[in-house]
């Protein structure tokens, strides 16, 4: 989506050079407007507005954080091979915009908590890449000392990975609740895969949520696999989007389709 952006605005930028004097004049588009795929809804009567407008500074700035997170986890992969890695290393590429694009639209006193995929989340969330990349190898100077690895890493307002399926969903309303309790205006980002969508604790974090009005937003990263089997074999209905009964939902394309 976001390379589509840039050559909009590259199609909008227009060069003109004058002879007079040498002096070259620049015009560049300061911002593009596009139109996205209507969201699935679920007990909503109208979506998010489907007419979307970006700035040239805010594209280019989506566009180099999504490249690095790719590089850095194409560095991850090639470390892994290598056996500089040892353990687990969960790669989030192919996913990049789903952590860029949220990261976009919260502040950083909202809070984020996600599954055992969370390289490109600890980076958008603040972590420098070499602390990401030194984590995964054991080293001291790594997010969480060396000590967590590819699931465990964390910044302020970022809870990090968690290594239990599912478990990280009612700790997310928890993060919700107290906020709530402390009348803040902030709010939670709970994550996790579709290999965790039919876990029973899901369901019933998303009626605590309901129920006491939580601030909290879940959001199924779905890449069409949970680790290697197919959503079609693990989920009688693989529409996450429906699954939390009463609370309103949006849906949008699986990782896999978009990439």
């Given at each position: 989506?976001?390379?589509?952006?840039?050559?909009?605005?590259?199609?909008?930028?227009?060069?003109?050079?004058?002879?007079?004097?040498?002096?070259?004049?620049?015009?560049?588009?300061?911002?593009?407007?596009?139109?996205?795929?209507?969201?699935?809804?679920?007990?909503?009567?109208?979506?998010?507005?489907?007419?979307?407008?970006?700035?040239?500074?805010?594209?280019?700035?989506?566009?180099?954080?999504?490249?690095?997170?790719?590089?850095?986890?194409?560095?991850?992969?090639?470390?892994?091979?290598?056996?500089?890695?040892?353990?687990?290393?969960?790669?989030?590429?192919?996913?990049?915009?789903?952590?860029?694009?949220?990261?976009?639209a919260i502040r950083k006193d909202d809070a984020v908590i996600s599954a055992y995929?969370?390289?490109?989340?600890?980076?958008?969330?603040?972590?420098?890449?070499?602390?990401?990349?030194?984590?995964?190898?054991?080293?001291?100077?790594?997010?969480?000392?060396?000590?967590?690895?590819?699931?465990?890493?964390?910044?302020?307002?970022?809870?990090?990975?968690?290594?239990?399926?599912?478990?990280?969903?009612?700790?997310?309303?928890?993060i919700a609740f107290a906020q709530k309790y402390k009348e803040t205006d902030n709010?939670?980002?709970?994550?996790?895969?579709?290999?965790?969508?039919?876990?029973?604790?899901?369901?019933?974090?998303?009626?605590?949520?309901k129920l006491w009005s939580l601030p909290c937003i879940f959001i199924c990263e779905?890449?069409?696999?949970?680790?290697?089997?197919?959503?079609?074999?693990?989920?009688?209905?693989?529409?996450?989007?429906?699954?939390?009964?009463?609370?309103?939902?949006?849906?949008?394309?699986?990782?896999?389709?978009?990439?």
């Amino acid at each position: 989506m976001f390379s589509n952006t840039l050559r909009i605005i590259a199609r909008h930028s227009q060069e003109r050079s004058t002879a007079m004097g040498g002096i070259v004049s620049r015009s560049v588009a300061s911002q593009a407007t596009f139109q996205t795929k209507l969201f699935k809804l679920h007990r909503l009567e109208s979506g998010p507005s489907t007419e979307v407008t970006v700035t040239r500074d805010d594209a280019l700035k989506f566009y180099r954080d999504m490249q690095m997170i790719r590089r850095m986890e194409t560095s991850a992969g090639n470390m892994y091979k290598e056996k500089l890695i040892r353990g687990f290393c969960h790669l989030y590429s192919g996913q990049e915009a789903c952590a860029v694009g949220m990261e976009a639209a919260i502040r950083k006193d909202d809070a984020v908590i996600s599954a055992y995929r969370i390289h490109g989340w600890t980076f958008v969330r603040g972590a420098s890449v070499e602390s990401v990349l030194t984590e995964l190898t054991g080293r001291r100077t790594g997010n969480a000392r060396g000590k967590g690895g590819s699931m465990h890493m964390y910044r302020d307002n970022f809870y990090g990975g968690n290594g239990i399926v599912g478990a990280q969903v009612p700790l997310g309303a928890g993060i919700a609740f107290a906020q709530k309790y402390k009348e803040t205006d902030n709010i939670t980002l709970a994550l996790y895969g579709d290999g965790a969508a039919n876990q029973g604790q899901l369901f019933e974090a998303y009626n605590m949520a309901k129920l006491w009005s939580l601030p909290c937003i879940f959001i199924c990263e779905n890449n069409g696999y949970g680790m290697g089997t197919s959503i079609d074999r693990a989920a009688a209905n693989t529409d996450y989007y429906t699954r939390g009964d009463s609370i309103p939902e949006i849906g949008r394309a699986s990782c896999r389709e978009r990439v």
